[in-house]
């Protein structure tokens, strides 16, 4: 019996990603916490270079990529054993990054530089360094790969970039600090949000124009304190989800009519979002109250909300491996 | 059988009574509306600061002062029912019922049940509005806090009879209404949580904490979310106990009568 218990224990614990996963990255501890999906807990903490924020996983999860801001780099991380494999360079303070489709170039912006840095994770080497606005921050890859995004807090712009030419090819205006940036419907849009100007502008693609831009008002919430930050797009692309920041909510807009159609109470100062693999779930970092809250994506309803370690401020998705 | 035709005949009177006062009906209802709609707005953000249970995620203020404006309207019914009896023992109606064959503490416990019933309808009518005006509540647990309302009702309403049992005449009934609603609704968990009244005196909170109408909140609370919360159970069930049991032994029918003779 012992032998079969004992063997049963070690699949348990050594098999990889047993359930669907969120990792969270803990900007005040230097640890990215995982939470299981199914039963809404933290199961792990693994700790990480200093001031962790943006995170992603390759394509088949098989590692995880951190900024370690203060540490300026990004960590490569197996996440079977949380171990550091080793670090890219990724120039000064990196704070956000996006991984291009061929799975191979990481995008980071470095804020302190101005500067977007292009780091291939095979030969861990610069293949570029794009000058863009002040503290850059909101990165977005197009789903072909062929435009990546950058958003300069400071100059108030998005920068197109030429991913084959790694130049940017045109410039757009928008409110005061652009945080973040998503593509939406395919790659047909691109929506950006702007921290202090407390708006979301919506840009076509094809020309660089702006579609509409949305504004947020919620009874009882002071408007200054409405800071739009992260975004995540429903696969069915209906539904844009945005995180307002100190407002301590998260906006839920009908992507067909740019209406917002609800906002949703989390924690305090919420950041970022991503969906559980099988994109029932949301799950949300709320920094000052150091908690991730739960979103039924189906109802729109807050359902629970875990603790984690302090000022969380990505997310990202990993789902069981079979 | 004669016990359970006096009781819906006493319970039938009670709610057509009530329903037959329209301005009654409306003010049951309004009162608490004003509260959820005009106070609560206000605060939507406000409590979003700590999570207690039986709640798993960070709610609004009107999700968490809704259980608690059930109370009220449960603690308000308990007076007003109060205030009924020391007018049917002034008009004699009581006097009639009390000299019927049945034993007093039944016709005393009919009487409650009946002043239950009549809140608990309110209760739901107020939730209706609630949900309609997009209160975040479960729906189902609008099912589960039958059991609680009607515990609740019933301490609530016995506390009433209690001091209907002490009081003598009618005139001096609606100051101790006042006198009781008010420090029992506002030193309650009906408004805000024990960590928030620790936050202005421990004191305070030690005063919410044993304060009845806040156990009869709490019950309301948790089985809206499906639970149950043991020590509150047990207070509220101790309390409606003691008070009816003092209630039946202070309860003299012919006092309101005598003095108004006399």
Known sequence: ????????????????????????????????????????????????????????????????????????????????????????????????????????????????DAITTVVDTET???VAQIDVGIEPEGMAISPDGKVQITTSETTNMAHWIDTETNQ??????????PRDAEFAKDGAELWVSAEIGGTVSVFNTADQSEITKIAFEITGVHPDKIQPVGMRMTPDQKTMFIALGPA???????????????????????????FSPDNSLLFTTNGVSGDVTVIDVASEKALKTIKVGRFPWGAAARPASN | MSYRIALTAITLRELRRFLSQRGRFFAALVRPLVWLVVFAAGFRAALGLSIIPPYQTYITYEVYITP??????????????????????????????????????????????????VAVAQVYAFLAVA???????????????LPALILSGMMLGSLGLLLSATISRLENFAGVMNFVIFPMFFLSTALYPLWKMAESSPLLRDICAVNPFSHAVELIRFALYGQIAPVALLVVLGCGAVFFALAVF???PRRGLQRSKA
Request: charged share 20%; aromatic share 8%; proline share 5%.
């Open chain 1, 1 to 112: 019996m012992r032998p079969i218990l004992a063997a049963l224990t070690l699949t348990t614990f050594l098999t990889p990603a047993m359930a669907d996963e969120i990792w969270v990255t803990n900007e005040k501890d230097d640890t990215v916490s995982v939470i299981d999906v199914a039963t809404q807990e933290v199961i792990q903490t693994y700790p990480t270079g200093e001031r962790p924020r943006g995170l992603t996983f390759a394509q088949d999860h098989s590692v995880l990529y951190i900024c370690a801001s203060d540490s300026d780099t990004v960590q490569v991380m197996d996440p079977d054993t949380g171990e550091i494999l080793h670090e890219l360079p990724s120039g000064e303070d990196p704070e956000q990054f996006v991984l291009h489709p061929d799975n191979r170039h990481l995008y980071i912006a470095n804020e302190d």
């Open chain 1, 124 to 126: 861990r080497s610069v």
């Open chain 1, 168 to 177: 940017i090819f045109a410039n757009t205006l928008v409110d005061a600090r």
């Open chain 1, 248 to 274: 301590n909510h998260i906006a839920v807009v009908d992507a067909e009519t740019y209406a917002v159609r609800d906002y949703i109470l989390v924690g305090r100062r919420v950041w970022h979002m991503d």
């Open chain 2, 68 to 117: 608690g404006l059930c109370g009220m309207i449960l603690l308000f019914a308990g007076m007003q029912n109060a205030l009924s009896l020391v007018y049917d023992r002034e008009m004699g109606t009581m006097r009639l019922l009390l000299s019927s064959p049945l034993p007093r503490p039944f016709i005393l416990f009919a009487k409650l049940f009946a002043g239950t019933v």
């Open chain 2, 131 to 145: 949900v309609l005006i997009g209160v975040d509540i479960p729906l189902a647990g609008l099912v589960f806090i």
């Open chain 2, 250 to 252: 202070f309860y003299d």
